[in-house]
């Protein structure tokens, strides 16, 4: 796991040890929800320092739910980065196979041709 995500749920564990945790993951993703909507207001004001406080608070919160439900958070980001990679490599050779040129495909194309490979 890479260091920022065991030092977070380090943390994380040494706070729920004291009892400062969330009861339940129905609690977790409603600060999961809060956060996203922290984040698009900064978005929208075009904070960067914001964006990138409120994007760390999501990131924390995933780790928070993902030790709610007993997921090791650096697992499931590797497997999702290798599904991501398998997937895409998968794309590059349909559209290769297609003759579209990726570089000037569409976002519609693009999702079509991912909704194919999955």
Excluded at 44 to 69: C, K, S
Excluded at 88 to 116: C, H, M, P, Y
């Amino acid at each position: 796991m890479p260091s920022t995500l065991q030092q977070a749920l380090e943390v994380q564990l040494a706070a729920a040890e004291l009892g400062f945790d969330w009861p339940n993951t129905c609690d977790v993703f409603s600060k999961l929800d809060e956060e996203i909507a922290e984040t698009k207001v900064a978005i929208a004001d075009q904070d960067y320092d914001a964006m990138e406080d409120e994007l760390g608070d999501v990131f924390y919160t995933l780790i928070n739910l993902a030790r709610h439900l007993n997921v090791d958070p650096g697992t499931a980001i590797s497997r999702a980065t290798d599904k991501f990679s398998r997937r895409f490599t998968r794309l590059k050779k349909l559209a290769g196979a297609e003759n579209l040129d990726l570089e000037i495909s569409n976002i519609q194309q693009l999702e079509t041709l991912w909704q194919r490979i999955k």
